[in-house]
């Protein structure tokens, strides 16, 4: 069951270097579904269906990202992500993928803890996404 509001994991992204192996894959493990995410066609983006619930979305990986992986996302609400992110850096995370643009989740930046621990801040996700 997800965790919904702000201040939660409320949303899970695989980010691949092959989101179609990916999305293959992940579907004929779990018997899930996959639709195209309109907005999201130039990152491949899709989000993964369970019995026809959004479960989790799946994005190419960047190239400054280290490789495929599952990747949490704590969500904010919107008009706080700005300060979440500059208030983890000064407490010691280091970005890897700066605040950018998300399809699900409006805007994403992904960073490590001091210890290495990689999670990615988020804003809270909208209501519904323009998928195919």
């Known amino acids: 069951r997800r965790t919904i509001g702000a201040?939660?994991?409320?949303?899970?992204?695989?980010?691949?270097?092959?989101?179609?192996?990916?999305?293959?894959?992940?579907?004929?493990?779990?018997?899930?579904?996959?639709?195209?995410?309109?907005?999201a066609r130039d990152t491949q983006g899709m989000i993964f269906l369970n019995g026809g619930r959004p479960v989790a979305s799946v994005q190419a990986a960047t190239r400054n990202e280290p490789g495929s992986r599952w990747l949490p996302i704590a969500t904010v609400r919107r008009d706080l992500l700005d300060a979440a992110v500059h208030k983890a850096i000064r407490v010691g995370a280091r970005i890897v993928v700066p605040p950018h643009a998300h399809p699900v989740l409006g805007?994403?930046?992904?960073?490590?803890?001091?210890?290495?621990v990689e999670i990615a801040l988020g804003s809270e996700p909208v209501t519904s996404v323009a998928a195919a």
């Open 7 to 39: 201040g939660a994991i409320g949303w899970d992204e695989l980010r691949s270097i092959d989101p179609m192996e990916s999305v293959r894959f992940w579907c004929s493990v779990f018997k899930w579904t996959a639709t195209p995410i309109l907005t």
């Open 107 to 116: 805007k994403l930046a992904i960073f490590t803890d001091p210890a290495g």
